[in-house]
Nanobody, 129 residues
C-alpha cells in the first residue's frame, strides 16, 4: 500500500527554519520523483520544489530558491524539505506527492498536480511573529 506521510510543520518566527519530512512506504523512492506543494485557503495547490530520484536532479520555484533545499534519504525512504529564512508568505499547508519523473520531461516542469498519483495528508506551516 503506497503511503506518504508528512511531518515537521509548525509555528516559526520570520527568519526561522523548519525541516519537513515526507516518509514513503509501499514503494522505494529511487524509482520515483517527489514534489513538495503548498496550499492556502482559496488558492490552488502550488508546486515549490521537486527531486528526480532517478536522475538525482532537483528544482525550485524562484520564490524559494536559495532558501529551501530538497533531499532524499534512501535508507529511511524519506524526502526532506529544509526551509530557511522563512517569510510570512510561506505560511501554508505543505504536501508531498509521488510522480513518474518522465511526465516532468513531457510537461517541461514538475509542478503540475495532475502528474502526481499519491499525496500525503499535509503538514501546516505558520510563519508569524
Amino acid at each position: 500500500q503506497v503511503q506518504l506521510v508528512e511531518s515537521g510543520g509548525g509555528l516559526v518566527q520570520p527568519g526561522g527554519s523548519l525541516t519537513l519530512s515526507c516518509a514513503a512506504s509501499g514503494f522505494t523512492l529511487d524509482h520515483y520523483g517527489i514534489g513538495w506543494f503548498r496550499q492556502t485557503p482559496g488558492k490552488e495547490r502550488e508546486g515549490i520544489s521537486c527531486i528526480n530520484n532517478i536522475r538525482g536532479s532537483t528544482d525550485y520555484i524562484e520564490s524559494v530558491k536559495g532558501r529551501f533545499s530538497i533531499s532524499t534519504d534512501y535508507v529511511k525512504n524519506t524526502v526532506y524539505l529544509r526551509m530557511n529564512n522563512l517569510k510570512p508568505e510561506d505560511t501554508a499547508v505543505y504536501y508531498c506527492g509521488r510522480s513518474d519523473p518522465e511526465s516532468w520531461i513531457y510537461d517541461g516542469n514538475c509542478y503540475y498536480p495532475d502528474d502526481y498519483d499519491y499525496w500525503g495528508q499535509g503538514t501546516p506551516v505558520t510563519v508569524s511573529s
